[in-house]
């Protein structure tokens, strides 16, 4: 068992449905990621933050929008998904800062459909 | 060119094979370098840590890093039928974020 986790694991949702990934971690870290995991293609960073303040948006369409209310727990709201937006969403913590041997711990993920 | 590239697999061994998983990149600023073992419906687990060049050994898995030539390998003695998985490379600038390979997908056939 990791130190991250996420629910819900497994999602299900119509193009005009609003609904929230979470995502705490139980390291003590200051630094969580959102990645999509499509099959055969490199995780996609889509989120970062440090110290609950946002420092990266891959140029993420504005159906994905995150919240950081602590270092613990992240959040990812999504709404009018596109049937494309289905994959596997995975939330990642670090240390973060400038530590040179910042790793990273990645939860189990959330399988989401979009029909 | 995309900045790290790995062989997607499937690779198949017998139980007990040495495996060789690969990856090459082309920024040479990377100096931080992870693999990661994903097994299905589950998420990546980190494996292995090395920074720059060189050897790193832990039981039956080594990572071995050839920054001349950008290139990255993990093997696997005495494969198990427990391997099976993906395995995802990762690296890293200084302060920057993390890039990841597309994976490769090891079976080990028992």
């Known amino acids: 068992e990791t130190g991250v986790t996420q629910t819900p694991r497994h999602l299900v949702m119509g193009m005009t449905n609003k609904k929230s990934l979470k995502c705490e971690q139980h390291?003590?870290?200051?630094?969580m990621y959102w990645y999509k995991q499509s099959a055969k293609k490199p995780l996609e960073l889509m989120f970062v933050?440090?110290?609950?303040?946002?420092?990266e948006n891959n140029s993420v369409p504005s159906r994905f929008s995150p919240e950081c209310p602590n270092s613990s727990h992240l959040f990812l709201h999504l709404h009018t998904l596109q049937p494309e937006d289905s994959a596997l969403y995975l939330c990642?913590?670090?240390?973060?800062?400038?530590?040179?041997?910042?790793?990273?711990?990645f939860g189990p993920g959330t399988r989401l459909t979009v029909l | 060119q995309k900045e790290v590239e790995q062989d997607p697999g499937p690779l198949s061994v017998p139980e007990g094979a040495i495996v060789s998983l690969n990856c090459t990149y082309s920024?040479?600023?990377?100096?931080?370098f992870m693999w990661y073992r994903q097994y299905s419906r589950k998420g990546p687990e980190l494996l292995m840590y090395?920074?720059?060049?060189g050897n790193k050994e832990d039981g039956r898995f080594t990572a071995q890093v050839d920054k001349s030539s950008k290139y990255i390998s993990l093997f696997i003695r005495d494969s198990q039928p427990s391997d099976s998985a993906t395995y995802l490379c990762?690296?890293?600038?200084?302060?920057?974020?993390?890039?990841f390979g597309p994976g490769t997908r090891l079976s080990v056939l028992p």
């Open positions: 933050y440090n110290f609950k303040e946002q420092t």
């Open positions: 990762a690296m890293r600038a200084p302060g920057q974020n993390f890039v």
């Open positions: 920024n040479s600023a990377f100096q931080y």
């Open positions: 390291l003590g870290h200051n630094a």
């Open positions: 990642a913590s670090s240390r973060g800062g400038v530590s040179s041997t910042d790793t990273q711990y």
């Open positions: 090395t920074y720059s060049s």
